[in-house]
């Protein structure tokens, strides 16, 4: 019988996380317009936009391979997958002792690895920037994220994502410096990794200050949704990690009853809405910055990320 | 037994030396001594396999070499393995070179090599005493050498012999020197005397160093790399592929043999040194490959960073070992063998590709290619397998063994020592910086070579290659997948190395629910590549099927849109330097002081602009080219020698004698 529960928790996890990054990235560009006394497109304009182009006829280009139109579903299937591991609203997933944090790091470097190369397989300029910009952050930004997961694991003693929550959630945790740190590096590297300002705008088109959205220039229809799909899934994902990671409270236990299960839904839901809004405020008040001013942005996450880890190697108090 | 069998294979290869000389003019050599070596690799690496499985421990004696001593040869669980690794790396290898190597143009240079190669390299892994060790190993370093320079005509190719032959005749030194200490002043050249004497620790110390120098040199450690990206480019693709994939983890061996096992219990800043070298080696092997816009060397350069991820590995595994952390070190030692397997598999696949795309095009420059996905489909597929399994990405063999490490990584804080405390933690992040930055080099080198518009004619018309280079490479990328979903299975088959060389394994992986491996304990960490495989399979071909039955499934080609501005010329492409450019201004101007310098011409004229860009090899500058400056200062000054009358070299040869009497009056 728990076992038929588990599966479900497991199967609603990810219908869960497919449902809500729409509304997610929505409510953050709704909030984003109110803040500049906009109106704003309708909360539910994502979800219209995904189930439009995925109508639409998909225009290849001439010189795209095989493996251009297989990327959409790859890198889709990476961040889902990535994205059904991270605790949202009940802990103890069935699955989650599968790919620890290394690894749903990993994944999301494996779709980002495909993203790079389907900017480069149309053989347009527009695509290539787009790659070899995108490989530089990353090639910062995941050392940073690696030890972002250095200093949790340390602290919690496990790179699994669960017990790492169920860790933080204990009264054993007391106030780290090792966390504060990890914590700003985090942010950083999640502002990085969704390609939000000030590393990158999402909201432009034919500027050559952007990274993401030039990568993904030659996609149209449905590969577009997909890609589309799979960043705000993106998004979704860092802010249920920051919230399950910083903020534990209300997730429900493995096996918790039904009001538990209510208040850890709502509990999420809350987190998504304050981590959108703080994303806005920030996105708004903040100008972008110059490409090649992240390395310095990031080498700062990647630094702060070191700093964490190495004062735990010192102390495992500190 | 095993051994006795094993010998047999080796004298067969041996033998097909000699044979492949009197074939050489006939054309169907190729097939005979590729072919021959294939069936004996395949049954020596059977061999190497039930001895690592059984683990019964073999000896043979030979009454050849020193006299007194005899040559004495061994398969315990460690040369098992790398036996394994040698001639698994050698059977496919000889497959491929079945198909690949009809196309070479002068094979008498390459034929009687190949299989006393191979031979050699099976023979320093069996090898039980010091002489046939230094014997196999330089037999192995001339034989290579000899397949290096076998396209002569090419002075790049000279040179990188005479630099590959100079710095491995330094590595013969250092390991010759290392041996004679260990040896002791009695002479106890056979291993089992060594293993049972402990050096005092001063000496252990400078057996180290030398052992880190002449096996690193081997295998190219960060700064004794540098012969290593001009040769293994140099020789033809499959002696590429050996020298890279799997030459370099018999110097592995070589490293792991004195100092795990040869060399008694280790101090704690053993593992400083080791660890240090793997860091360093790591992040700037893959900082010299993202330079690279030559296929073949940017591999190479790949195998230096790979090495270096191997050493660390290693430095971790001493340390715990030092300090009695016998399961920790397990794991530690598991996770660098593991890697030292899953890279000769890839890399050798990698090799593979860029030989065929060589065989196709005649290109190795990435600048000249694009576009050959179109062209040669199953060879991009299968190079893009290799690429994603050495760009540690899940689900393939490359993640497990570095996630393998980074466990291992995170078990450090147990370690008393200060030094290392603080050393640990920077490693971990090099190792973080040099698996993001494989990522990037692997977009570049794939991205540049197999995707986008062909930029030259060449690879416009490549054909897709023949089917035996095919049938090595989906092996081994069959391998890559295998080794990465179920990474249990190697975990365990490498648990008697660890058990000889530790004195503790991990713990069992074969028997866990679903495949998964835990290697410290289930609230720990745990990764199951195979549920993570399925799942992204499943969710993928799920919303694919969805989408096609619910939305649309049509499709229409048309010109690029590229914002409106599309240009026909291959030309507007990203260039493999101008994709490595953002990346060369964050990290390579410092480490390779990379300047660019644009030329604009005056404003009315109708010459070019140029943009250049300049790196420099510190590395090279700050250790190789002094030595090579001092050493012609010196042969310039003895130069006179050359010159003296007859009466002078009668002098000096009456002065030696004299001085010699005296030293041995004294």
Redo the contacts between chains.
Sequence with gaps: MSFVRDYAFQGAQMLLVLLLSPLLTGFVRKVKARLLRRQGPPLLQPYRDLIRLMRKDVVLAESASWLFRVIPYLVFAGTWVAASLVPTFRGGLLFSWSADLIAIIALIGSARFFLALAGLDVGTSFGGIGSSREVMIASLAEPAMLMIVFTLALVAGSTQLSIIAAYMLSSQVGLRVSLGLALLALVMVAIAENTRIPIDNPATHLELTMVHEVMVLEYSGRHLALIDLSSELKLLLYVSLIGCLFTPWGIAGPDAGPAAIAIGVASYVGKLAAGATLLAVFETAIAKMRVFRVPAFLGAALMLGLLATLLLFVSGSL | MMAVYALYGVAVLLALAPIAVILAASPRATGIVYGASLVVTLMQGVIALMSLIDQPTSTATLPLGLPWLGAHFRIDALAAFFLVVVNLGGAAASLYALGYGRHEESPQRVLPFYPAYLAAMNLVVMADDAFSFLVAWEFMSLTSWAQVIAHHRDSENVRAGYVYLLMASFGTLALLLGFGLLAGSDGNYVFAAMRASHPSAALAALVLILAVVGAGSKAGVVPLHAWLPLAHPAAPTQVSALMSGVMTKVAVYGFVRIVFDLLGPPDWWWSMVVLGIGGITAVMGVLYALMQHDLKRLLAYHTVENIGIIYIGLGLALAFKAYGLAWAAALALTAALFHVFNHSVFKSLLFFGAGSVLNATGERDMEHL??L??RM?QT?FVF?VGC?AI????PLNG?ASE?LT??A??L??QLPSWGL??L???V??LL??S???A??C???A???SF???ARTPAAAEAQETDGYSLAAMYVLAALCLIAGVLPGLFIDALAPVAQALIGETMPHQSGLA?L?IVPIA???????GL??FV???????V??FA?HRL??D??????????GY??PS?A???TAS??????R??YGTTVFHAREIGEMPPPGSTAPARLTVDLRDLIWEALYAPIAGFIGIATDRLNILQFLTIRRYLTLVFAALVLLLLVLAI
């Design positions: 694009g576009g996905i179109h489909p991009a893009l994603v760009s540690a990405l899940p993640f996630w980074f466990q990584i995170l450090s804080p405390k603080f640990v933690p920077a971990g992040a973080a910086l698996a993001a930055l990522a990037a692997f977009v570049k794939f991205g540049v995707l986008g518009r679903w998964t289930e609230s720990r960490s745990s990764y199951n549920l993570v799942f992204v399979v499943l969710s993928g071909s919303a694919a989408i939305a649309s049509r499709l229409r080609r048309a010109p690029a849109w590229d914002c599309p240009d291959p507007t492409q990203y101008s994709f490595a450019q953002p990346i201004r964050v």
